[in-house]
């Protein structure tokens, strides 16, 4: 058999989404990526399809690995093999593949993040050199209409403006600047802001996403109850020790994916 590795841009949009969801069978998270969502992840996570690669065997296409990039720092933004190649090695070699073209693009990082409980994932990137950085948490906050709340409608930049002055740590590269700014540039995003504490966040027909948001613990339960007064909040890779994780602890939020986020310097 003949494995051969290509650029991901060669494959129509469409098809790349279906070999997504095609590598990521049996995962411990099950999900589907259709043509509309990996556009998405394309505008606003800066993924490069020219540095992402494929792999193909005899000519068939059973494996990705996608690589975003900005500046000098870049993210996996999932790689998996299809059933039909797995346990030929090809997971690896994707990885190293992408992460040399991060290098020659001028990466001097590389940023992942591993679900919980994937020990054969987490081996190949220890293998590769990855190290822990933090635990980052997806949680969920059930809606709650006679809720408290009471935190004020605000600006988007004046928001923004008082989430970094209370950043101590970097944002997690899908909710950081450089996104909220890719997300601001193709849709609406809404802003609260009271109590010492800002958010932005992101309006989608199944609940109110958290992009970024910047308090203590107190003022993120009031900006949180005051967000799920009017449906179900969540947010993507909340870090464990930050503020509002505890407010999502304290209001009954859920964890619903608890991962490792990983660097491997360049």
């Known amino acids: 058999m003949s494995l051969e590795f290509r650029p991901a841009a060669e494959l129509e949009l469409g098809r790349l989404a279906g070999l997504f969801t095609a590598a990521y069978e049996g995962y411990l998270v099950p999900f589907a990526i259709d043509e509309q969502t990996l556009r998405f992840m394309v ?6 399809l020219d540095a992402s690669r494929i792999a193909l065997l005899d000519g068939v296409p059973v494996g990705l690995a996608n690589v975003a990039l900005r500046g000098d720092r870049a993210w996996i933004g999932g ?28 990466a001097r990082v ?9 020990e054969p994932a987490l081996a190949l990137y220890e293998k590769l050199g990855f190290e822990h950085v933090r635990h980052v948490d997806v949680w969920i906050l059930d809606a709650d209409p006679d809720g408290a709340g009471g935190a004020a409608e605000t600006e988007v930049d004046a928001a923004h403006e008082r989430i970094r002055s209370l950043r101590h740590a970097d944002e997690p590269w899908q909710r950081d600047d450089a ?46 109850e005051t967000l799920r007064r009017e449906g179900s909040v969540n947010v993507l890779n909340l870090p464990d020790d930050e503020p509002a994780a ?5 209001l009954g939020g859920r964890v619903a994916v608890r991962q490792r986020e990983l660097a491997l310097s360049l």
Do not use: H
Not at 189 to 204: C, E, F, K, S
């Open 43 to 48: 505008d606003v996570y800066d993924l490069d």
């Open 79 to 106: 790689i998996g093999v299809t059933p039909f190649g797995r346990r030929r090695g090809i997971g690896e070699r994707l990885m190293r593949q992408v992460v040399d073209q991060a290098r020659d693009r001028g």
């Open 110 to 118: 590389v940023q992942l993040e591993v679900i919980e409980g994937n």
């Open 179 to 224: 996104t909220v700014a890719r997300l601001r540039a193709i849709e609406p995003l809404r802003a609260l802001g009271d109590y010492g504490g800002a958010a932005i966040v992101r309006p989608t027909p199944v609940a109110t996403s958290v992009i970024q948001i910047g308090a203590d613990e107190a003022a993120a339960r009031v900006l949180l």
């Open 246 to 250: 505890e407010a999502f602890r304290a």
